[in-house]
């Protein structure tokens, strides 16, 4: 993890709806105007940077490597600390990558697989481990109309897409909420789910 010095933004809702209409959740991405999301004010909002020249080539610089074409292409247009990471690297400090997928399918779309696409760039670039949470609870959790067993299903089935994206084994860990927890974990979320929150 890498610590900063600034304070997340952190906008409540009456604010968010007060600044634009636009709606951009896990879950949906609705624009107000016709015109399409006010990419800027998204920025602002989740306390994000703009991309710039002088990042694209420290990347360049650092790794000995064009930018991904998703950074080239301002695809990836904008990013949360990635100056850090870099000072970071430059410095010799340590750092790795975190990211996950929540199954929700048997096989990703090309939507699932940006992440990893640039995920494999940054592993190879910057010879760092690479972390993969499978969020199957999560999954569980959210649609009830799945039993624990078909989500873990569909987990081993997206675990095997992400592994034919060709990460290092050697500086992978892949691993499932459900099974890392071991044997207590799907229990306890088959009585969460039976809950209330009453």
Avoid at 164 to 176: N, V
Wanted: aromatic share 12%.
């Amino acid at each position: 993890m890498v610590e900063t010095n600034e304070k997340p933004v952190d906008y409540t809702l009456a604010e968010q709806k007060e600044e634009s209409k636009d709606e951009v959740t896990p879950f949906l991405i609705q624009a107000e105007k016709e015109t399409g999301i006010d990419y800027d004010k998204l920025v602002d909002r989740f306390g994000c940077t703009r991309m710039s020249d002088e990042l694209r080539e420290k990347i360049e610089r650092l790794t000995g490597r064009l930018p991904h074409r998703f950074i080239r292409r301002n695809i990836f247009f904008c990013h949360r600390d990635l100056d850090v990471i870099l000072n970071r690297y430059e410095q010799q400090q340590l750092f790795y990558l975190y990211t996950g997928r929540g199954p929700s399918a048997e096989a990703l779309h090309l939507g699932h697989a940006i992440p990893f696409i640039m995920n494999r760039y940054l592993q190879e670039a910057f010879d760092v481990p690479l972390v993969i949470q499978i969020t199957d609870d999560e999954k569980f959790m959210y649609r009830p109309e799945l039993e624990l067993e078909k989500v873990k299903k569909m987990a081993i089935s997206n675990i095997k897409d992400i592994i034919a994206f060709g990460f290092d084994p050697e500086k992978t860990f892949i691993f499932m909420d459900t099974e890392y927890i071991k044997e207590l974990y799907p229990n306890v979320i088959r009585v969460q789910k039976a809950l209330t929150l009453n």
